[in-house]
C-alpha cells in the first residue's frame, strides 16, 4: 500500500532552519505532484507548497512562507523534501506531505490522494 512517512521535524530557535523529507513508497512517485502542508492547533490544514512531477516545472508556495522555504524532490531516491529557513513561531505545526496523483498542481486538500502522519515543527521566540 502507498506509504508517506515525514522526518525531520524538530525544535528550533526563530531564524533557524529544518529540512523536513517524506519518504514515499507503493507508488510511482516520479508520476506524482506532491505538496506540504501544515496545521496548527485549532486551525485547519494549509497549503504549505507543491512541485510537480517533473520537479522544476512547477512550484507553488503559500504567501506565508515564499522566499524563505524551498521544496524539492529526488524521483531517484521516492523523497521530497523541504527546506525551511528563517523560521518563525507562526511556521509551529503538524507538516505532513501528501500524494496527488494528477499532473497539475493544486493547492487544495481535497486535491491530494495520500497523506503522511505528520511531523511536529516547532519554533520558538
Known amino acids: 500500500q502507498v506509504q508517506l512517512v515525514e522526518s525531520g521535524g524538530g525544535l528550533v530557535q526563530a531564524g533557524g532552519s529544518l529540512r523536513l523529507s517524506c519518504a514515499a513508497s507503493?507508488?510511482?512517485?516520479?508520476?506524482?505532484?506532491m505538496g506540504w502542508f501544515r496545521q496548527a492547533p485549532g486551525k485547519e490544514r494549509e497549503f504549505v507548497a507543491a512541485?510537480?512531477?517533473?520537479?522544476?516545472?512547477?512550484?507553488y508556495y503559500a504567501d506565508s512562507v515564499k522566499g524563505r522555504f524551498t521544496i524539492s524532490r529526488d524521483n531517484a531516491k521516492n523523497t521530497v523534501y523541504l527546506q525551511m529557513n528563517s523560521l518563525k513561531p507562526e511556521d509551529t505545526a503538524v507538516y505532513y506531505c501528501?500524494?496527488?496523483?494528477?499532473?497539475?498542481?493544486?493547492?487544495?486538500?481535497?486535491?491530494?490522494?495520500?497523506w503522511g502522519q505528520g511531523t511536529q515543527v516547532t519554533v520558538s521566540s
Open positions: 512541485i510537480s512531477w517533473t520537479g522544476g516545472g512547477s512550484i
Open positions: 501528501a500524494a496527488d496523483r494528477t499532473l497539475i498542481v493544486h493547492t487544495t486538500t481535497t486535491a491530494y490522494d495520500y
Open positions: 507503493g507508488l510511482t512517485f516520479s508520476s506524482y505532484t
